[in-house]
């Protein structure tokens, strides 16, 4: 991110552009807001549907096996959540200062330091906090009916591991994908979208023999940090971080975060964990049902291995807009310009007649692009310059401008967004420019 130089600026300015052109929006905010609690506007749900069908791309196009899609249910009997551990393992240690009242993760800063709102030392007692959202399903309030929203996407693939398996008779290796909300109440949201209560994640787990699962683990790292490159994230804001054994979550033989340098420090966007063995015994053993596999070469059952990618796709969200924001100066003006990759800009290109006795000709073509799929628009409204700085803005790659030349040459200007460079084109070559870009 070129420019603002501090954290709570960078953060402050992204915040800002996500409102004012439509990305991002508090939740309920005409009654205050719901903190930890984002919707997402028409820039942003579009954008979101690009990292989406990027990252699903960028699972099933590998050599190795086939990925199934999955949609899971959102909540889950109890006896999932304890056959995964999350019952027991899944909690933040809490604290609250006594003094002015509020709540902290005690593992976030030095308690000795004193209270980051009022500077008093007058703690409670650490407490560990389960972060999973209960509810009760029906009308009666007993323990049969007590659910969970899902912390997580992966246990719906485990509990579903052997329908999958049975239905489309796969063979090992092949993965188990879904996209889809998680649920956690976290004790202090905070910077934006990198820590929410309802978040979304993009999930495989990549179901192996024992014996090739650290073969694999090293294959799906190498092909994480591809897909970051793909995308158009810079090298020096991604790294690799292996986990330290104190680190590892219950179920992880190893782990490795995909992190970003956001402003605010470097931040896990991603963590590629080898689960080894353990999810799916669980569940075989809580629910006494057989989860093995057999394998007919080796004439032999066993519980086959995991490799799991998961991605948060908000805080995806939040590392494009910050590694795309740039401000510079052009015509003696400032210029935001978001620099996203074609493929994950939520517009592709901008249609804009040089005057509007021009809109005629310029919608027909505009309308003959946007009947092919691709995500366009037609933007007529102020001069060309402020329409061309709108639309550098929110990262739309190209502008086409459509000028009294182009009714006798047949031909339109297009501008690039990063290279400011203008050319004429032929309005039949249009379609062809426009999937050279996005390829």
């Known amino acids: 991110m070129s420019s603002p130089s501090t954290a709570a600026s960078a953060l402050d300015t992204i915040v800002a552009l996500s409102k004012r052109r439509g990305f991002v929006y508090q939740s309920a905010d005409i009654y205050g807001g719901?903190?930890?609690?984002?919707?997402?506007?028409?820039?942003?749900?579009?954008?979101?549907?690009?990292?989406?069908?990027?990252?699903?791309?960028?699972?099933?196009?590998?050599?190795?096996?086939?990925?199934?899609?999955?949609?899971?249910?959102?909540?889950?009997?109890e006896a999932v959540w304890k056959a995964s551990g999350h019952?027991?393992?899944?909690?933040?240690?809490?604290?609250?200062?006594?003094?002015?009242?509020?709540?902290?993760?005690?593992?976030?800063?030095?308690?000795?330091?004193?209270?980051?709102?009022?500077?008093?030392h007058a703690w409670t007692d650490i407490r560990q906090f389960n972060m999973m959202f209960k509810t009760q399903l029906?009308?009666?309030?007993?323990?049969?009916?007590?659910?969970?929203?899902?912390?997580?996407?992966?246990?719906?693939?485990?509990?579903?591991?052997?329908?999958?398996?049975?239905?489309?008779?796969?063979?090992?290796?092949?993965?188990?994908?879904?996209?889809?909300?998680?649920?956690?109440?976290?004790i202090t949201p905070k910077q934006f979208l990198f820590r929410v209560r309802e978040f979304e994640q993009m999930e495989l787990e990549w179901f192996c023999k024992p014996t090739e699962s650290d073969n694999f683990f090293d294959i799906w790292q190498a092909a994480r940090r591809n897909f970051y490159r793909a995308i158009g994230l810079r090298d020096e804001n991604v790294r690799m971080r292996p986990h330290a054994a104190d680190e590892l979550a219950h179920y992880s033989k190893c782990c490795i975060d995909v992190e970003y340098q956001f402003p605010f420090g470097w931040k896990e966007l991603e963590g590629i964990a080898h689960r080894s063995d353990f999810d799916l015994s669980q569940h075989a053993s809580h629910s006494g049902k057989?989860?093995?596999v057999f394998d007919e070469e080796l004439k032999l059952s066993y519980t086959p291995h995991v490799v799991e990618c998961s991605v948060g796709t908000g805080r995806l969200f939040?590392?494009?807009?910050?590694?795309?924001?740039?401000?510079?100066?052009?015509?003696?003006?400032?210029?935001?310009?978001?620099?996203?990759?074609?493929?994950?800009?939520?517009?592709?290109?901008?249609?804009?007649?040089?005057?509007?006795?021009?809109?005629?000709?310029?919608?027909?073509?505009?309308?003959?692009i946007a009947r092919r799929g691709i995500e366009v628009e037609f933007?007529?409204?102020?001069?060309?310059?402020?329409?061309?700085?709108?639309?550098?803005?929110?990262?739309?790659?190209?502008?086409?401008?459509?000028?009294?030349?182009?009714?006798?040459?047949h031909c339109i200007t297009a501008r690039n967004r990063d290279t400011l460079v203008q050319e004429r084109i032929s309005i039949d070559s249009l379609e062809r420019y426009l999937n050279d870009l996005l390829r």
């Open 318 to 368: 939040l590392a494009l807009l910050f590694d795309a924001y740039h401000e510079d100066t052009l015509g003696g003006e400032q210029r935001v310009v978001l620099k996203l990759a074609p493929q994950i800009a939520p517009i592709k290109a901008a249609f804009l007649p040089l005057v509007k006795k021009l809109n005629e000709p310029m919608f027909a073509i505009y309308e003959a």
């Open 379 to 409: 933007d007529d409204s102020g001069s060309i310059g402020k329409r061309y700085r709108r639309h550098d803005e929110i990262g739309t790659p190209v502008c086409f401008t459509y000028d009294f030349d182009s009714q006798n040459d």
């Open 87 to 120: 019952v027991d393992n899944f909690h933040d240690p809490m604290v609250d200062c006594t003094a002015c009242k509020k709540r902290f993760r005690a593992d976030e800063f030095d308690l000795s330091q004193g209270c980051p709102n009022c500077g008093a």
């Open 290 to 292: 057989d989860l093995n």
């Open 138 to 186: 029906g009308a009666t309030a007993d323990s049969s009916a007590l659910a969970y929203l899902r912390p997580e996407t992966a246990q719906a693939i485990f509990v579903n591991f052997k329908n999958v398996y049975s239905t489309y008779r796969v063979k090992l290796p092949f993965g188990i994908a879904q996209i889809g909300k998680s649920f956690r109440n976290e």
């Open 34 to 77: 719901l903190n930890g609690v984002y919707d997402f506007g028409h820039l942003g749900s579009l954008m979101l549907d690009n990292i989406r069908a990027a990252w699903k791309h960028s699972v099933k196009a590998q050599p190795y096996g086939p990925v199934m899609m999955l949609e899971g249910a959102l909540l889950a009997p």
